[in-house]
């Protein structure tokens, strides 16, 4: 499970993450919405530990992301909006990176990295260094890796972003099938489709806070909408409009 | 996870990566050859400048005065007959020089009073210029040994009339003169310290930080400290190969047949360039650490080249200081890093014995100096994450 208990971050004199709480259930997906510049990716790279947070905390199964970095990371996987690859090292090269790092030897690292290279369909490739890959293939190792350690929560930044309608489909089955083997997941997004397919509960972002969060019924219901992009826009701008 | 295993992992990862990059680590390498060849040629043009002095041929009408005659004759100069035109062949470049006697040079020489020479030779011209100044030491020679000998005769001491007698003594030993030769080296070879871990440096913070994939490293449950160390470690060990290869090809350089062959003591013995390895070792770790640390500081890979191309001066800044003598050693230098290393190595290629408590310190600050480098890069890490 992942928690946000009044979170706070500023940027010089923009306060980029405002007190915000809320949290991620295991065995469920947890959209993060909201415009650019909401807070989600501020708010995600505080909870990986990788800019430090002015007030408030951020904890993973209970470990305090400030206190407990290494134990909080261990049991977090990560996908950022950019893949980050090597592009001189191998597709099986950067499992194999990843899986050292987490502390995966001999025998069992290789067994892992085969199941993921099989998991997210890279085995054909595994040898292609990542200079060479599409878009979506760079999207996949880039996951592959964050679950090289088999984490059970999973943070998936934007992680349908260029990608083509098959493709985003296939991610998109893959965040289900993540969550219904029990895992909590946040899924930050601007991509309403990715939303409605597979969100179980919503937080919307403006501005650094919290503006609504539910379920996609309570959302609507609460916007008076028929359509979750129709409500997005309505809760923002109400927020925009009260301040 | 242990913290060393940690560090070993992102160093063999780092040094994969850099042994792929076919094109920065070639050209770091091609550094190592340029450097001692560029060097080798300097060398040889010197050499050849301060080589046996040529022999000498003087025109001169060795009829007129047969006693001089045989004094430069047995100073091996070769005589030639004084030509009608010995000067306009001079301002042609044709001859060197012509001593001219006057026609009552026995009268007078006899009389014991001056006998007149005239030394013909072009001031514009190098080569004339040098004979001449050799002919005027040669004629003062002579005319001492005659004064002396004329001296004896009236039973007047030759030391009666000389206050002073000047000895020259140069006390630069034979292999102080090639130091004079090898002063390129000590340039080179800090430099190489300086090149060899940069492109990987730059690369493994600015361009992964410019890429993103710093992020993704970040994400690992490992220390901040284990990531700094070994992406210092890996440059460190690129770094230490480009010192070991420029002070190999150095080596090959100056036993060359060729540079041998020159009257100059030039040579680099195998204990003499483990000497200079041992002494260049720990600034290379300090040279890397330092180019970490602005590597990661800078948001951009091309911001960070800029600045640490121009960290390549600093090398440089203490050869040029003691080049134009605007340096002077002092004590505290030998244990400043840089200047402790500049000096140490002049000091080595002299032939001078190793300083090895001198060094040692040197060593020790150079290495704390590294320590804390790597601790600073260790908290930028930390507190500035992996965002531009």
Known sequence: MIAFEHLRKRYGSTLAVDSVSFEAPDGMVTGLLGPNGAGKTTALRALAGLVEPDGGRAAIDGHDVRRDPRAARARLGMLPEAAGLYDRLTVREHLEYSAALQALRGPERNARVDALLDQVGLTPIASRPAGQLSLGQRRRVALARALVHDPPNIVLDEPTNGLDVLSAREVRHEIRRLASAGRAVVLATHVMPDVSAVCDRIVILARGRVVASGTPEAILARAGTAALEDAFVALIGSEEGLQ | ?388
Do not use: N
């Open chain 2, 1 to 388: 996870m242990t913290w060393w295993r940690s560090t070993s992992v992102v160093a063999g990862k780092e040094l994969r990566e850099a042994v792929r990059d076919r094109r920065s680590l070639g050209s770091a390498l091609l550094y190592a050859l340029w450097g001692p060849l560029v060097m080798a040629l300097a060398l040889m043009a010197l050499a050849r400048d301060r080589g046996a002095e040529p022999p000498l041929t003087i025109a001169f009408d060795h009829a007129k005065a047969a006693g001089l005659a045989a004094f430069l004759a047995g100073r091996q100069v070769t005589l030639v007959p004084v030509p009608d035109d010995a000067a306009a062949l001079i301002r042609a470049r044709t001859l060197h020089v012509a001593l001219l006697v006057d026609d009552d040079y026995l009268d007078e020489f006899g009389a014991a009073r001056p006998a007149r020479v005239t030394l013909v030779y072009d001031g514009s011209w190098r080569e004339s210029d040098a004979r001449a100044a050799r002919v005027r030491r040669l004629l003062a020679e002579y005319g001492r040994l005659v004064a002396d000998t004329r001296l004896i005769l009236r039973g007047v001491s030759p030391g009666a009339v000389s206050a002073l007698r000047i000895d020259e003594r140069d006390v630069s030993t034979a292999s102080g003169r090639a130091a004079t030769l090898l002063a390129a080296l000590p340039i080179f070879l800090l430099l190489s310290a300086f090149i060899g871990g940069m492109g990987a440096a730059a690369d493994m913070m600015a361009g992964e930080r410019e890429r993103a994939s710093l992020e993704s490293l970040l994400l690992h449950p490992v220390p901040r400290a284990a990531i700094v160390l070994g992406k210092w470690a890996a440059a460190s060990a690129l770094c230490l190969a480009t010192v070991t290869l420029t002070l190999a090809v150095s080596q090959a350089v100056l036993r060359h047949p060729r540079i041998q062959a020159f009257d100059v003591p030039v040579g680099l013995s195998t204990i003499d360039a483990a000497q200079l390895w041992i002494v260049l070792a720990p600034l290379a770790l300090l040279a890397t650490a330092a180019q970490v640390l602005v590597a990661l500081s800078a948001r951009t890979y091309k911001e960070a080249h800029t600045q640490l191309s121009l960290m390549i001066f600093v090398p440089m800044l203490p050869g040029f200081l003691f080049a134009f003598g605007s340096l002077e050693t002092r004590p505290w230098m030998s244990w400043t890093p840089m200047l402790g290393q500049h000096v140490t190595i002049g000091g080595l290629l002299r032939g001078e014995p190793a300083p090895f408590t001198t060094a040692a310190s040197l060593a020790a600050v150079t290495l704390t100096a590294t320590a804390l480098a790597l601790a600073a890069t260790t908290r930028l890490l930390d507190r500035r994450g992996p965002g531009r």
